[in-house]
Every structure is written in structure tokens, then in C-alpha cells.
T-cell receptor, first 113, second 112 residues
Framework: GEDVEQSLFLSVREGDSSVINCTYTDSSSTYLYWYKQEPGAGLQLLTYIFSNMDMKQDQRLTVLLNKKDKHLSLRIADTQTGDSAIYFCAESPLSGGYQKVTFGTGTKLQVIP | GAVVSQHPSWVICKSGTSVKIECRSLDFQATTMFWYRQFPKQSLMLMATSNEGSKATYEQGVEKDKFLINHASLTLSTLTVTSAHPEDSSFYIC????????FGPGTRLTVL
């Protein structure tokens, strides 16, 4: 079945850039997502990318996709303490009227003031 | 943006009791809702897919008689954990689909 892997923890200093990496195995993945989960809360969709794209930028967020290596990354520029959270990479195929999303293990980002 | 609510946000119950968790899409209609379970420091595991007016589709390994799902309307799905036991303690998150999945804030269930 589908498998999505992430490193568990990342620590950066405030103002630096953060790069969170993710690898996936499903070659039929069409949508790749990044979600943010703050403590005790649900998931917030940060951004997503279609598999026919290499890069997507949205303000401080840059997503890079290497489809050949099935590698996805999320770069957060000028990381702030409010960015401290768990970040989930996720993927889904184009599947009828809804998308079954498979989540990665999550990367806990700690921002040091 | 689309908002999904869950109620209650946390619940503590005794072993053997049943607990109902509601998931509502507040400003849109969702023909499909999903129920996830998240263990501490782990990813979200899809439990079941719920379509309005039909039986839920459960993922492998999820007991349908243990986790009852009812999708009574286009804005409401409920998850009932029957005869709850301490191993059912977890964070339960629902999502509602309308072009993308919108997630609820989650329900923390603790079974004593």
C-alpha cells in the first residue's frame, strides 16, 4: 500500500529557513499536501501541489517536488515561533468523487527564539 | 473558508460505556466525510469513509461494530465508540469533503 515517510523532528532558530522533507511510494499520487497541526488541534491545509508541477510558492512557503525520486519538501522562510507545530505530508491519487488521503508520520518543528 | 466542527472537543468516560462524537460541516454540504484516529506522536489513520445516506466503508482492521458511523445528512456524521475500553483512548478527527478535505478540530477521548 501507500507509504509516506518523514523525519520526526526539526529544530531551527527564529528567522532561519526550515526545510521539512517527505518521501512517498505511491507512483499514482496526483496530489501532494502539506498540513499543519498545532497542539490539541485539527489539521490545517497549508498548501498542495499537483504531480505535474515541480515547485509552488505561496508567501513564505515553497514546495518542491521531485517526482522521479518521489521526494517532497516544504521550505518555510523566516521561520517564526508561531510556526512551531507538527507538519504532515500527505498524498492522494485522483480517485473518483473524493480523495483518500494517506498521511506521513509528521515532523515536529521546534522554533527556538 | 469551509468550517468543520466536532463535538465534544474532549470526553472522559468509564470503560464499557458508549460515546458519540459529532462532525458537522457548518457552511457547506459534504456528501463524503472521513473519520481518522491519531495516536500520540503518530500519524492520522483513516478509519472509515462515510457517504450520506449509505453505509460507511471501513478500512481494514477497523471493527465496524465497535465504531458505528452514521451520516444522516449532508452536514452531519456521527461516530459512536461502543463499549469503550482504555485502548480506544485517542484523538479522533473528522474531515468533510468538498473539492478538498476540510478537517475538524478533533475530539480527545479518554476511557478510564
Amino acid at each position: 500500500g501507500e507509504d509516506v515517510e518523514q523525519s520526526l523532528f526539526l529544530s531551527v532558530r527564529e528567522g532561519d529557513s526550515s526545510v521539512i522533507n517527505c518521501t512517498y511510494t505511491d507512483s499514482s499520487s496526483t496530489y501532494l499536501y502539506w498540513y499543519k497541526q498545532e497542539p490539541g488541534a485539527g489539521l490545517q491545509l497549508l498548501t498542495y501541489i499537483f504531480s505535474n508541477m515541480d515547485m509552488k510558492q505561496d508567501q513564505r512557503l515553497t514546495v518542491l517536488l521531485n517526482k522521479k525520486d518521489k521526494h517532497l519538501s516544504l521550505r518555510i522562510a523566516d521561520t517564526q515561533t508561531g510556526d512551531s507545530a507538527i507538519y504532515f505530508c500527505a498524498e492522494s491519487p485522483l480517485s473518483g468523487g473524493y480523495q483518500k488521503v494517506t498521511f506521513g508520520t509528521g515532523t515536529k518543528l521546534q522554533v527556538i527564539p | 473558508g469551509a468550517v468543520v466542527s466536532q463535538h465534544p472537543s474532549w470526553v472522559i468516560c468509564k470503560s464499557g460505556t458508549s460515546v458519540k462524537i459529532e462532525c458537522r460541516s457548518l457552511d457547506f454540504q459534504a456528501t463524503t466525510m472521513f473519520w481518522y484516529r491519531q495516536f500520540p506522536k503518530q500519524s492520522l489513520m483513516l478509519m472509515a469513509t462515510s457517504n450520506e445516506g449509505s453505509k460507511a466503508t471501513y478500512e481494514q482492521g477497523v471493527e465496524k461494530d465497535k465504531f458505528l458511523i452514521n451520516h444522516a445528512s449532508l452536514t452531519l456524521s456521527t461516530l459512536t465508540v461502543t463499549s469503550a475500553h482504555p485502548e480506544d483512548s485517542s484523538f479522533y478527527i473528522c474531515s468533510a469533503y468538498s473539492n478538498e478535505q476540510f478537517f475538524g478540530p478533533g475530539t480527545r477521548l479518554t476511557v478510564l
